[in-house]
């Protein structure tokens, strides 16, 4: 197949995974109605096309009923259905790729238009949407191929657009549009059901559709998480991992010293209380051991497949403690670090806590580890290290405030990974 100028896609079971808050709230609506339940098989049907025929004809409602149906419907919808969703994994890097490869990309879905926009704006897809066409409130213009027809622009040459979608509705809509379809088969419709509805393509998965739709996969982005221990860095970095993967991000989340086998057994001795007299050059070699194999293991093959790479710790963590907390020097521990520097991060946060607060943190969650019983002269010097490092490389290097709760914190560290995000 040619590659595409415009790219239109469905929303349920195409960008979104939202089957379990449409059919709560078709459950809602058809208690409210006083209609008897239907089974969770039945209920799936409903994801993807219009509500009004699906109330007619799978619980035997007249059209005045199906009308009062769908206000129930949208009652818990707009207070909570909407948000009982998820971006199918593979999405967000798709939509850049279109974007970057400089074609049209819209959204042609039955559900309301209002809904699709706080959807897609929540989700942090609506950036990368040249326009959103969804029904009305009222579902009285849900009719699939004016919906594709609204979605394109004007002048649209209609032998280069597709419309991509997980039911035949959506490939009827692109046929009788005028327009090619392709049907994905990780959605809610089943293949027979795609098969029959006679798509110019199918993809199984997310990645499939790079190649149908002339895309091109990005590299991943490296992300790292420093500061002196007891700072909250690691509890941050698995709450931007939960907020990532929810909006469709393929997230690698690992540690350092550690990430794999080979160097979580170097972690267990590096840390370990009872090797207090390793020398310090003998403790830098090992993080550099440590690191060369948890790059090589995981770190490159997880950015070469588009994988958003979180990890708890890189190289600034050398530089902060061995450099300057061992004061052993930038020179020897970039140079046994060299395996290490192939690759760089792209982000990283910084963050900073006082001493004293630090302390108490990290004395109340565990026994101390052989680094952690460090004196305060040492970690003073950690400390202007890590300032050392973001003056130096403002660019790349974020530093997060992370006096406050949890919840506070995280707050700022969303704020800079969204600004992180937009910049690709």
């Known amino acids: 197949m040619r590659p595409f100028d415009y790219v239109l896609f469905d929303l349920d079971g195409t960008l979104t995974e939202s089957g379990e808050g449409i059919k709560n709230c078709v459950a809602h609506a058809i208690e409210r109605m006083g209609f008897p339940a239907l089974p969770d098989e039945r209920l799936a049907a409903f994801v993807g096309p219009p509500l009004i025929p699906m109330f007619v004809g799978a619980c035997g409602m007249t059209e005045a009923e199906a009308f009062r149906a769908v206000v129930f419907y949208r009652e818990r919808f707009e207070a909570v259905g909407w948000a009982e969703n998820s971006v199918y994994p593979g999405i967000p890097a798709l939509l850049k790729a279109l974007k970057s490869a400089g074609?049209?990309?819209?959204?042609?879905?039955?559900?309301?238009?209002?809904?699709?926009?706080?959807?897609?704006?929540?989700?942090?897809?609506?950036?990368?949407?040249?326009?959103?066409?969804?029904?009305?409130?009222?579902?009285?213009?849900?009719?699939?191929?004016?919906?594709?027809?609204?979605?394109?622009?004007?002048?649209?040459?209609?032998?280069?657009?597709?419309?991509?979608?997980?039911?035949?509705?959506?490939?009827?809509?692109?046929?009788?549009?005028?327009?090619?379809?392709?049907?994905?088969?990780?959605?809610?419709?089943?293949?027979?059901?795609?098969?029959?509805?006679?798509?110019?393509?199918?993809?199984?998965?997310?990645?499939?559709?790079?190649?149908?739709?002339?895309?091109?996969?990005?590299?991943?982005?490296?992300?790292?998480?420093e500061g002196t221990d007891g700072c909250g860095k690691s509890t941050q970095q698995h709450l931007l991992a939960e907020w990532l993967q929810l909006r469709g991000y393929e997230v690698v989340v690992t540690r350092e010293p550690g990430g794999c086998p080979i160097s979580e057994r170097i972690r267990e001795l590096v840390l370990d209380v009872g090797a207090l007299g390793m020398t310090d050059e003998c403790e830098a070699l090992l993080f550099a051991a440590a690191r060369a194999q948890?790059?090589?293991?995981?770190?490159?093959?997880?950015?070469?497949?588009?994988?958003?790479?979180?990890?708890?710790?890189?190289?600034?963590?050398?530089?902060?403690?061995?450099?300057?907390?061992?004061?052993?020097?930038?020179?020897?521990?970039?140079?046994?670090?060299?395996?290490?520097?192939?690759?760089?991060?792209?982000?990283?946060?910084?963050y900073a806590l006082d001493a004293e607060t630090a302390k108490e943190r990290m004395l109340s969650q565990s026994a101390p580890d052989r680094i952690e019983v460090e004196k305060g002269e040492y970690f003073a010097r950690v400390e202007r290290a890590y300032s050392d490092i973001a003056r130096r490389e403002p660019e790349r290097v974020r530093v997060v405030n992370a006096n406050g709760t949890i919840e506070e914190v995280f707050e700022k560290t969303l704020e800079l990974a969204k600004d992180f995000l937009q910049k690709e």
Do not use: W
Request: aromatic share 8%; with cysteine; charged share 25%.
């Open 103 to 225: 074609k049209y990309v819209a959204l042609a879905t039955a559900k309301p238009e209002p809904f699709a926009v706080r959807i897609a704006e929540h989700f942090g897809i609506l950036p990368f949407l040249d326009r959103v066409s969804g029904a009305s409130m009222d579902e009285r213009h849900a009719d699939k191929a004016e919906l594709i027809r609204s979605a394109l622009p004007e002048g649209a040459e209609l032998s280069r657009a597709a419309m991509v979608g997980d039911r035949r509705f959506d490939i009827d809509g692109a046929r009788r549009a005028g327009i090619r379809a392709v049907g994905v088969g990780y959605g809610y419709g089943t293949f027979e059901e795609l098969e029959a509805a006679g798509p110019d393509a199918i993809a199984e998965t997310v990645s499939g559709l790079f190649p149908i739709l002339g895309a091109s996969r990005p590299r991943g982005r490296f992300v790292t998480f």
């Open 294 to 350: 948890h790059v090589h293991d995981v770190i490159l093959p997880a950015l070469d497949s588009g994988k958003i790479v979180l990890c708890d710790r890189f190289l600034d963590s050398s530089i902060a403690y061995q450099a300057h907390g061992r004061e052993l020097g930038e020179t020897f521990v970039r140079q046994i670090n060299a395996p290490a520097e192939k690759v760089r991060p792209d982000c990283t946060l910084v």
